[in-house]
Structure formats: C-alpha cells, structure tokens
C-alpha cells in the first residue's frame, strides 16, 4: 500500500510547529512516531494535505526528573521510556506498560504523544500514567494549557485536542507517600498484541506499615476510552490491605468495566479477567509500596 500525496512539514521549533498546525488547522496531521497515523494513511482511513513532523525539534525529546516530577518529553519513544532509569525507578508501571508495546521494531519508533493522541482503547501508555493522574501539556500559537489524562480522551480515537494544538509534554508528579504501582495486560498471544484488557494500579500508604490512603485503578480496552475503576477505588480507601480486600477490589473493578463482544474476546470474559487482573496488579503494587 502507498502513501497518499501530501505535504511534508518538518519544523525545527516548537513556534514554528505550532504556527504551521494553526495556519492549516484540520489540512494538518501531526506526525511524531508515525505507528498509526502512516498505517491509517495508507489504509486511506485518513488523507490529509499536509503532515507536520516533530521529530527535528529537540525540546520534545528526553526524559527527566525536576522539583517533585517525571518529565517525558512527547518524542520519547516506547523504547526509551522502558529503559529508562528514571521511570524505572519512579513510575515502574509506566515502564511495564512502554515494554509492552508492540514489538522492539515498534516500541523504537512509537512515542508517547502519539499513543496519547491516538486514543485507541486498548492502547498501553494511557493507563499506567492515568493512574498517576498524568498531565499533557498542549501547546499552540495564542498559549499553552495543562489538561489531566483522566479528562483527556472523549472517544475511540478523540481527545480533547483541538486541530491547533500540540502535545509537547507529559507531566508527573511524584507520589510523597509510600506508594507502589504496577501495569499489567492480556491479550490472546504473549507478544505483538493488543489488549483483551489492560489494568494499572497505584496504591498510597498511610506511613510505611499503614493503611491504604488513597488507591487508583485504571482499566483499558473494557471502554471507549480508558476509565477509572472509582468503586474498586473506594472500597480500597482508608482499609488494611489484604487478599480478602483485593478481592473485593477485584470485583468492584469487574462492575465498573463496560466491555463488549468482538472477535478476540466475548464481554464476559473480559469482565472477569478485570476481576482477575486487578487484584494481581493490587498485590505487586502492594510489595513495591512496602519495601520501598
């Protein structure tokens, strides 16, 4: 399959990209890893007259730690997040879900922004930085905003973003009590795959040995968009974690998923694997929070 004809921007600034996608508004795709747009293209799902790539524009790579949070450049590729030593040590979910990805061959070219803006239901990154309660920093010419992942996405393939805006950044803040996380997916094979379901879990303790203060279940693939499990999450709050406790969690987390019927699994089975899945990925969030 060809690529249909369009115009290729590829800018050296941020300024610049943003005055380049504000002068031709809905013409433009923004172009960062190119994993879906360039397969959509050349499906034909989309034809737009111009593509607008970021990849020359330095400001929008790296991965850094400052003043209490992780920050990720929107051209850090999946590979680079999951060898990162800086999530690694901070944002270990974040990490789990970036090796995941696709293949090696896909995890070098795939960048956050674009599994961000892509708003694919079973995408992996959404979930584990949803759990955190990650922010996108979107940029255009007339000024920038802060928009929280948990009010980011609207649809299968939509967000918030308007046609004159760039992701430039993902912004997290850094958990100041014991805390532990951890992302976890099924799919039908154990590589290459999309997800059947996908969950992310954080749990915050009140002191080292204390209860749960606060807890974050983020389920992907059982939705439109990726949702926050807030009955599993209040009936977490404040209680002594166990597995009788996960368990409830598990099952709490299984009502609150709206999945449906397709090819590579019924609703169902989706629905009990919510239940199953979550209460594993509480468990290690658990060890991790108490023997940081």
């Known amino acids: 399959m060809l690529l ?12 610049e990209a943003c005055r380049i996608v504000g002068e031709l508004g809905e013409k433009a795709k923004v172009l960062s890893g190119g994993t879906d747009l360039l397969v959509n293209m050349k ?32 051209c850090a590729t999946a590979g680079e997040i999951a060898g ?10 974040v990490a789990e879900a970036a090796s995941v990805l696709g293949s090696p061959l896909i995890r070098n070219l795939a960048t956050i922004a674009g599994n961000m803006t892509s708003a694919r239901p079973a ?24 928009v929280d992942l948990n009010d980011f996405f609207t649809g299968v393939g939509k967000t918030v973003m308007t046609p004159d805006e760039i992701l430039t950044e993902i912004a997290v803040e850094i958990p ?5 996380d951890h ?23 009140d002191g080292p040995e204390g209860p749960i203060k606060e807890a974050r279940i983020v389920l992907g693939s059982v939705a439109p968009t990726p949702i926050r499990a807030l009955s599993a999450e209040t ?24 999945p449906i019927d397709d090819f590579r699994g019924s609703a169902e089975y989706r629905r009990d694997m919510v239940g199953v899945l979550t209460k594993r990925a509480l468990k290690t969030a658990l060890d991790r929070a108490t023997s940081r």
């Open 43 to 74: 499906k034909k799902l989309i034809q737009p007259e111009h593509v607008v790539s970021l990849s020359k524009i330095e400001d929008l790579k790296g991965i850094f730690r400052e003043n209490g949070q992780v920050k990720i450049g929107a």
């Open 84 to 93: 990162s030593e800086v999530i690694k040590d901070t944002l270990a979910d």
């Open 123 to 146: 995408a992996d990154l959404p979930p584990s930085l949803m759990a955190y309660g990650a922010k996108a920093k979107l940029v255009k010419a007339s000024g920038e905003r802060s």
């Open 235 to 258: 009936v977490l709050a404040g209680q002594v974690p166990s597995d009788v406790l996960f368990e409830r969690a598990g099952e709490a987390a299984a009502n609150d998923s709206k």
């Open 4 to 15: 249909p004809k369009f115009e290729y921007h590829e800018p050296k600034t941020v300024q």
């Open 183 to 205: 992302y976890i997916k099924l799919g039908v094979r154990q590589a290459l795959e999309i997800s059947l379901v996908n969950v992310a879990a954080l749990i915050l303790l």
């Open 176 to 180: 100041q009590e014991p805390y532990g």
